[in-house]
Each structure stands twice: as structure tokens, then as C-alpha cells.
């Protein structure tokens, strides 16, 4: 079980300014997040690569499974 430590100072804890700079630049830092969080332009499902490496799975696995039945 974790044990936890009630802090009773009161001490304020501020962001340098170093770091109050990095995040003055919206359009940069709008543009990491964008890069962090957005998906790839592209499905999947759509990727001719993938799509033809799923399929010779599935052709695979459905023929072991005719095989052994």
C-alpha cells in the first residue's frame, strides 16, 4: 500500500520564467500538440501495404484452419 505525505508547508510553487516563455508561443506550442495528439492522414485499413500483409495472414490462418479440419 502506498504511503502518503501530507505537505503542511505552504510554500507557492511557481513556473520559472524559462517556462513561462517556452508557452508564451501559441502557434508553436499548438503545433507540438498537433504533432503529439493528431493521427496519421491516412486509415489503416487504407494502406495498400498493411492491407495486402493482413490479408495473406487472414489467407494463412484460414488455410491451416481447412487444413486441419
Known amino acids: 500500500m ?3 505525505v501530507v505537505n503542511k508547508e ?4 511557481e ?7 517556452r508557452y508564451k508561443d ?3 506550442l499548438h503545433h507540438e500538440y498537433e504533432r503529439l495528439l ?3 492522414k491516412k486509415p489503416l485499413y487504407r ?14 490462418l ?6 486441419s479440419r
Request: glycine residues 2%; hydrophobic residues 45%; aromatic residues 12%.
Open 10 to 13: 505552504q510554500k507557492k510553487i
Open 15 to 21: 513556473p520559472s520564467k524559462e517556462q513561462i516563455d
Open 26 to 28: 501559441f502557434t508553436r
Open 62 to 67: 484460414l488455410l491451416l484452419y481447412l487444413e
Open 47 to 60: 494502406d495498400p501495404k498493411l492491407f495486402m500483409l493482413i490479408f495473406i495472414v487472414c489467407l494463412v
Open 38 to 40: 493528431k493521427r496519421g
Open 2 to 4: 502506498r504511503k502518503f
